[in-house]
Antibody, heavy 121, light 110 residues
Framework: EVQLVESGGGLVQPGRSLRLSCAAS????????MHWVRQAPGKGLEWVAS????????NYADSVKGRFTISRDNNKNFLYLQMNSLRGEDTALYYC??????????????WGQGITVTVSS | QSVLTQPPSASGTPGQRVTISCSGS????????VYWYQQFPGTAPKVLVY???HRPSGVPERFSGSKSGTSASLAISGLRSEDEADYYC???????????FGGGTKLTVL
């Protein structure tokens, strides 16, 4: 069974950093691109970042570019999101998601359960 | 404002056929795969349609996706009360080099 389990969320002050992790299992991790998507309370889905299978192609939403960094460890089957200079508008439920192909242009076919990030003083 | 445009709400009665539209452009829907997701309150989204018109195993045949030009649609036939949820379309956007979502459509079964 394909599983994605996020961790590392919590309450953080504005301007501080947080690192999200996503443990992947049940599929050949380095055969697929991976994404982070977030959902602010009561709002719709917002794509955050993506990484292709070998980390050559990294893409970011304008809202996080320069502050967030996506990375993956294909040896450990982990996806990460390093979030720096956090702002109140980054408060959301963050989902790790698997793409249905090797490149970042493929959509998301499996989602984790999500992890909450709250940015507040 | 979302890059992909969906109606904010849709409704139908049990047994009816309902269609949810998703309007985009030549940099997303026209040239890339479209995906449709169903989300119930407090749960993660679930893929209903992938690569524009493919249905994952376990998704009822009542759900179907199609695409024409810069628009896509999700059709739900034989509407059931358990279909009441939020539905999102999505696609890769070549101009933005990013994945874009529609604003979501809240489906109500009357």
């Amino acid at each position: 069974e394909v599983q994605l389990v996020e961790s590392g969320g919590g309450l953080v002050q504005p301007g501080r950093s947080l690192r999200l992790s996503c443990a992947a299992s049940g599929f050949i991790f380095d055969d697929f691109a991976m994404h982070w998507v977030r959902q602010a309370p009561g709002k719709g889905l917002e794509w955050v970042a993506s990484v292709n299978w070998n980390s050559v192609s990294l893409n970011y939403a304008d809202s996080v570019k320069g502050r967030f960094t996506i990375s993956r460890d294909n040896n450990k089957n982990f996806l990460y999101l390093q979030m720096n200079s956090l702002r109140g508008e980054d408060t959301a439920l963050y989902y790790c998601a698997k793409a249905d192909g090797i490149g970042t242009g493929y959509g998301l076919d499996v989602w984790g359960q999500g992890i909450t990030v709250t940015v507040s003083s | 404002q979302s890059v992909l445009t969906q109606p904010p709400s849709a409704s139908g009665t049990p047994g009816q056929r309902v269609t949810i539209s998703c309007s985009g452009s030549n940099s997303n829907i026209e040239t890339n795969y479209v995906y449709w997701y169903q989300q119930f309150p407090g749960t993660a989204p679930k893929v209903l349609v992938y690569r524009s018109n493919h249905r994952p195993s376990g998704v009822p045949e009542r759900f179907s996706g199609s695409k024409s030009g810069t628009s896509a649609s999700l059709a739900i036939s034989g509407l059931r009360s358990e279909d009441e949820a939020d539905y999102y379309c999505a696609a890769w956007d070549d101009s933005l080099s990013g994945f874009v979502f529609g604003g979501g459509t809240k489906l109500t079964v009357l």
